[in-house]
C-alpha cells in the first residue's frame, strides 16, 4: 500500500512539474514574446520571484525526483520489479530537467534579475542579454523530457500489478 500511494503521488508530482513548463511553453513565454520590453523584464522577474515557492519546489521540481527514488526503492523486489524500468526512466528523465534548469534557465534568470528593476535599468539590453529563445529552447526539451518521464511514471503504475 505504501508503494502504491508513493507511486501516485510520485506521478502527480511529475506530471505537475511537466505541466508547470508546458504552460511557460504554449502560455506564458508566447504571451511575453508579444509584450514589450519593459513589460518583459517586469513581468518574467516577477513570475521567476514568484515560482521560488514551496509548492513548485517540494510539490513537483523536487518532490517528483525523491518520490520516484522511494517508489523505485520500494519496487526492487515482488511482483512490483515490473514497474522498476519505467520509475527509473521517469527518474532519469527528471532529473535531466533538473541538470537543464540549473545549466541554463537559473543563470538566464538570475542574469535578468540581476540586471535591476525595470524603471532603473535598459530594458532593451536586459531583455537582449536573458537569451530569450535560448531559454524557451531549452525550455522545449524540458517539456518533451518531463511529459516523458511523467508517461513512464503512468506506465509503472499499471506495469507493478
Known amino acids: 500500500m505504501t508503494?502504491?500511494?508513493?507511486?501516485?503521488l510520485?506521478?502527480?508530482?511529475t506530471g505537475l512539474s511537466a505541466g508547470v513548463f508546458l504552460l511557460y511553453a504554449h502560455t506564458v513565454m508566447p504571451g511575453l514574446r508579444?509584450?514589450?520590453?519593459r513589460t518583459f523584464v517586469g513581468a518574467f522577474q516577477a513570475l521567476?520571484?514568484?515560482?521560488?515557492?514551496?509548492?513548485?519546489l517540494?510539490?513537483?521540481?523536487?518532490?517528483?525526483?525523491?518520490?520516484?527514488?522511494?517508489?523505485?526503492?520500494l519496487s526492487l523486489s515482488g511482483p512490483e520489479q515490473d514497474a522498476l524500468p519505467w520509475l527509473l526512466a521517469a527518474l532519469v528523465l527528471h532529473l535531466v530537467v533538473v541538470a537543464i534548469t540549473v545549466a541554463v534557465h537559473l543563470?538566464?534568470?538570475?542574469?535578468l534579475k540581476a540586471a535591476g528593476e525595470p524603471d532603473d535599468i535598459d530594458v532593451a539590453a536586459a531583455r537582449a542579454d536573458f537569451s530569450e529563445g535560448r531559454w524557451v529552447r531549452a525550455n522545449h526539451v524540458r517539456?518533451?523530457?518531463?511529459?516523458?518521464?511523467?508517461?513512464?511514471?503512468?506506465?509503472?503504475l499499471v506495469a507493478g500489478r
Open 3 to 8: 508503494r502504491d500511494l508513493l507511486l501516485v
Open 143 to 156: 517539456v518533451v523530457l518531463d511529459l516523458g518521464a511523467f508517461a513512464a511514471s503512468c506506465v509503472a
Open 48 to 56: 521567476d520571484r514568484a515560482i521560488i515557492n514551496p509548492v513548485f
Open 10 to 13: 510520485a506521478t502527480i508530482s
Open 34 to 37: 508579444r509584450t514589450d520590453d
Open 58 to 73: 517540494l510539490g513537483s521540481f523536487f518532490g517528483a525526483p525523491s518520490l520516484l527514488t522511494l517508489s523505485a526503492a
Open 107 to 111: 543563470p538566464l534568470n538570475d542574469r
